[in-house]
């Protein structure tokens, strides 16, 4: 039996709709053109954009899909009988609102939502009704959740016996939180922490209740450069989360403590460690590094999310990233973001 082609539409061909694609130093692919074009069961048919450099520059790399000046001006152009089947938005985070809705009410069998949902959960929940009225489903790209580096330590987690604690760490130069960058997302609690967060939930599988906020540090101009934040959740009793808006570099990652072992991952590494023997001490046991993991070279972090995509329209999986999820995520950092008051 022959296997149906999909076909997408893109909204949006700036840094992660299509530039990040030609990033030689990150795993490729990178943005959401270069992975729906790497899928054979994918047939890109329009882009949209209001930049037309961009829009220019997408033309002439993806040159049998049409282009339009506007999402307007493209949904303009379908009938019912020809809308794509897969509509991607990867336009910024104070857009995610009005154009998933547009999205929606065009009734494609799919919608990839750039992270993170909305500005804020009342937009999200809006969203979410409408995708329910119109029987349109949504899928997030929380990217790590498709990697295989995380998907291989969720699974080990059941060899590390009873979770003691969960730490994960995100540092960059970018604000945390300030009220005035609320209008346009422009802070680093909702652009990287939602995928501090969504990891997070995704390993334990479990919502993160009302945390206690300690570190705050704030600069001379208010605004949030520092926090930890605390919780204890059913499957792990000490679960931390750390943020820094002032680092002179960027760094993403978890560390996971058992009873009997350990996981280190984040951005370029995972390290899996075991109760063994010790070799240092008679009568004591250590931990010592888990050589029988066999990492994958790549983590295929984008090329998986469209491969679920694809399965998911075959009626073969469930989505691993669905709006339910992320509007859950972006609940867990309004109840940081209140302690900063």
Not at 72 to 100: G, K, R, W
Not at 156 to 165: A, P, R, V
Not at 239 to 252: E, P, Q
């Amino acid at each position: 039996m022959e296997k149906n082609t999909y076909t997408a539409a893109l909204i949006g061909c700036g840094r992660i709709g299509f530039s990040l694609g030609f990033d030689k130093k990150r795993e490729q692919p990178a943005s959401h053109t270069m992975a729906l074009m790497g899928n054979k069961r994918i047939k890109i048919v329009a882009g949209a954009d209001t930049n037309k450099e961009n829009l220019e520059r997408w033309k002439k790399f993806v040159k049998d899909a049409e282009t339009f000046e506007s999402s307007d001006q493209m949904y303009e152009s379908f009938t019912p009988h020809n809308i794509p089947d897969i509509i991607v938005l990867a336009v910024n985070e104070d857009s995610h609102f009005d154009e998933c809705i547009k999205a929606i009410k065009a009734c494609p069998r799919l919608i990839i939502l750039e992270k993170p949902v909305a500005l804020n959960s009342h937009e999200a929940e809006k969203i979410r009704l409408a995708a329910e009225e119109n029987k349109v489903p949504v899928m997030v790209n929380h990217e790590r959740r498709f990697a295989a580096d995380y998907n291989m330590a969720k699974k080990y987690m059941l060899q590390i016996g009873k979770l003691q604690s969960v730490r994960g760490e995100l540092y960059s130069g970018l604000r945390i939180y300030a009220k005035e960058f609320e209008a346009d997302g422009s802070y680093s609690l909702l652009h990287d922490g939602t995928h501090l967060v969504d990891i997070i939930r995704f390993l334990l599988e479990e919502d993160l209740p009302q945390p206690l906020v300690t570190g705050i540090f704030k600069d001379e101009k208010d605004v949030v450069r520092n926090f930890s934040a605390h919780y204890s959740t059913k499957k792990c009793p000490d679960v931390s989360i750390y943020m820094s808006g002032r680092s002179r570099f960027f760094s993403f990652g978890l560390d996971i403590l058992g009873t009997e072992g350990r996981i280190c991952l984040g951005n370029g590494y995972a390290k899996f460690y075991k109760r063994k023997e010790s070799r240092l001490y008679t009568g004591f046991y250590s931990l010592a590094r888990d050589r029988s993991v066999s990492l994958p070279r790549k983590t295929g972090y984008f090329s998986n999310m469209i491969q679920n995509v694809v399965d998911f329209l075959d009626g073969r999986e469930k989505l691993k990233s669905p709006l339910t999820e992320a509007i859950s995520d972006l609940r867990a950092l309004e109840l940081i973001k209140k302690e900063f008051d």
